[in-house]
């Protein structure tokens, strides 16, 4: 063989092994899920097998049958592509554990999930919200990424979580620029949220349609809420997306207590046929800014509650549709702190509704009032008729309240005090934070009885955690209520006792065995659903005391004040503002039970007794706990 020839030869095998080579690392670029034979009962397993290949590109074509499959886990620097025509569907029968997602990128950076033509990624929401197939949740995402960098979404169908679409949260990561982008998305049908945020730095959302979210609370399009000051909130942009026909908001925007403030922009979205459509509530700094918005057929489009000054809200150029008459008031502001309420710029606001209607309202529970708004509001006739409105009139007119601002409460001290008698019918509360007393006669055991009136739909199972004082203060141990109708027995010593409840948004009845059962009302005591006659005791010499009750936003209720004979001394009116009831006594009164009755209530409402009042409500009056020595 010549040297040239053999060269040639060399050569030739040289190119094979390139040719070789090319091949198997265009191989390693890109993997078909079918290539790891998928079952057609539950592909889990070759499913996985493709994502944990290490190919960069992972390419779910089509079958001819549906991915079923059970949680699968994203991985770094992957492109994961979904055919025309392809279903990834969650096994029926699976995901037993409450967080068990369909896909879950835990610390990955450098992930597109995308879909060419109509691909869908669905999960069985029915069954979830059955407690007798599954342990009821609200944690089931279709996508979850936790301290997740670099994701793309995009061009999918996203439906029928048992939780959320896409959640986005920092888990146990550090702080981060997150960088998410979700685009040309249809999430439909959730449990809880179409998209709820815990922690991001850097998220855009683009044309995406986020629609019918019900099951659980918030069931809104997108839900911004931190779980703790080291979340955050910042650099976010929503643009071209539509929210319609959530069970609750379009957009929540609630991030409290955060070390950085947020950053929200949302620009050229349509709100619509939503229960609220922006609902905004205690952030405590940043800025939110609405741009060429448009809510329409909302019950309350814009809702800010709870924001004093540190918040910039800013609603250029947008539109409130109201012409179908389905909001009653399409502003409305409130806040339970306070301070003034203030950071509003409205900037060209327009809204489209009667002239006739209300624009705006305006509630300080505490006596806040509202700084004058920025920008302009124009109200526009359905003849095309226009009309402004004036802010500041309207600001003028809401003012502080120095009433609500002095109204204090004594504190709960009933040392000395015991029961005139005997127990009395129930009433529903509803809240974190429910105490009630207890006389004990160091004797008798007492039963304390609590049953469920009201619950969420698909509610988990009870886990209400309760927490006993004794007479002295001191913690005396505590107890987890488990069940819809639960049954509690102690015997202390003799004396008062406290108990803490949490009923986990429950409203829940409590009856005792025994005399001297009442509930604390120097904070807001949260009533649920509850008509009837509550009673109080004054004590010898108070002269002027006053009661505070108070309706939830949009929720009215009526109340009277009367005295031991019976006679209506105040009363307040059919609605849901905060309403004081002042009485007078002569200043040798006695020791006596006044009665505070309730004509009406929608659903829930505040009670708080005024000082001097001990700050106990009593369902019957033979349970109120007087002086012993003073007595009635």
Known sequence: MSFLHAAAVKWKIFLLLAMSSALLSAAEETVKVSDFKPDSTNATAAVQKAIDSGAKQVVFDNPGFDYIVEPLFLRSNQELIFEDGVHVRARPGGFKARNDCLFRGDGVENVVMRGHGIAVLS??????????????????????LLGCRNVTIKDLILRSSGGDGVYIARGKHPRMENNI????LLLDDHHRQGVSVISVNGLVIRDCRIQNTSGTQPMSGIDFEPNSPSDEVTNCLIEGTEFLNNARAGIILSCRNLNTPSSVTVRNCRIAGNSEGIYISDVNAGTARFENCRIADCRMPLVIRNERSTLAMHFPGCEIDNRSGKAEIPIRIFTDFPENCGGIDFGQLIIRQDPGRKVMAFDGYAGAGLDLPAGEITVIAPDEKSAAFDLRKFAEEHGPNPELLNFKTSPVRLSGYAPVQRNGHPFSVRSDAVFFVQYCD??????????????????AKPAMPMEIFDPAGTSNGTFII??????????????????????????????????????????KLKMFRCKGTLYFYVPAGATNFAVQIQGEIGEPVEAELADPSGKVRASAKCEADVQILKAERPANAPGEIWSLRIPFAEEDYAIRLGAPLPPILYTVPENTLVPQKQGL
């Open 442 to 459: 160091g004797k008798t055991p007492v039963k304390l009885h609590f049953r469920t009136t009201w619950k969420r739909p698909n509610a």
């Open 181 to 184: 982008l979700l685009e040309n």
């Open 482 to 523: 488990d069940k819809e109708d639960f049954t509690y027995e102690f015997k202390g010593g003799r004396g008062v006792y406290r108990f803490f409840l949490n009923t986990k948004g429950r409203a829940v009845n409590i009856e005792s065995s025994a005399p001297g059962f009442g509930f604390e009302a120097d904070s």
């Open 123 to 144: 999960m069985n929401k029915k069954d979830y919200q059955n407690p007798e197939l599954y342990n009821l949740g609200e944690w089931r995402h279709t996508v979850s």
